[in-house]
């Protein structure tokens, strides 16, 4: 079990400017979730991928915001036009199911200049 | 809609001393409830959970009691350890609707304690 990785694990990056995260769920889960946490408060609920399929997504991401996860395996989240806001810690977790356990990753600490 | 509402933080206490974290809820449906656990540069792992009223959840010495009537899940320890030192996170997932399957966490509260 290699559990959730995340990649990269620091992105620095200027305003304006687009960014993508990948994160690599646990094999055979079907279930993968993107979270944000901010400082000082819990992860907050982006959206989930039920397989390939993006099943829900926050009225936090934005338009600028797209997440995919092709063929059902690994995932990625991408931020277009970076704003300063959008500086935090992008969670990704992985479940066998919608009422499965979540495992989490380590997390991308995202900083925009 | 659902929510978490957690004691703020931070708690500072003595190595052995009692710990209690306070969590309320608000939800529909029946809720699972969980803790979750921040170590220093680690990911968030899961403490231990419930899945209906008055069950019990525990590990490494801490415990947790799903308390409908109170719409509670306090986390408790006997005596605390300076590896305690972390930040708990309380969290609820919905059992029904749209938001099935969604984690609500509360804000966390950063332990710390003193050998």
């Known amino acids: 079990d290699t559990g959730v990785s995340q990649d990269p694990r620091h992105k620095i990056t200027k305003r304006g400017q687009n960014v993508t995260f990948r994160c690599d769920p646990i094999s055979e889960h079907n279930r993968l979730y993107w979270y944000r946490q901010t400082l000082g408060q819990g992860p907050e609920f982006l959206t989930y991928f039920q397989n390939e399929a993006q099943l829900e997504k926050s009225r936090l991401l934005s338009d600028r915001f797209s997440a995919e996860r092709p063929k059902g395996s690994f995932s990625t989240l991408e931020i277009q036009r970076t704003e300063q806001g959008d500086s935090a810690m992008y969670l990704c977790a992985s479940s066998l199911g919608p009422l499965g356990e979540q495992f989490f990753g380590p997390g991308t600490r995202l900083t925009v200049l | 809609g659902d929510s978490v509402t957690q004691m703020e933080g931070p708690v500072t206490l003595s190595e052995e001393a009692f710990l209690t974290i306070n969590c309320t809820y608000t939800a529909t449906g029946y809720p699972s409830l969980f803790w979750y656990v921040q170590y220093p540069g680690e990911g968030l792992q899961l403490l231990l959970k419930?899945?209906?009223?008055?069950d019990k959840g525990s590990n490494k010495g801490f415990e947790a009691t799903y308390r409908k009537e109170t719409t509670s899940f306090h986390l408790e320890k006997g005596s605390v350890q300076v590896s305690d030192s972390a930040v708990y996170f309380c969290?609820?997932?919905?059992?029904?609707?749209?938001?099935?399957?969604?984690?609500?966490f509360g804000r966390g509260t950063q332990l710390t304690v003193w050998p």
């Open positions: 969290a609820l997932i919905t059992d029904r609707g749209s938001t099935l399957g969604r984690l609500y």
């Open positions: 419930a899945t209906k009223a008055d």
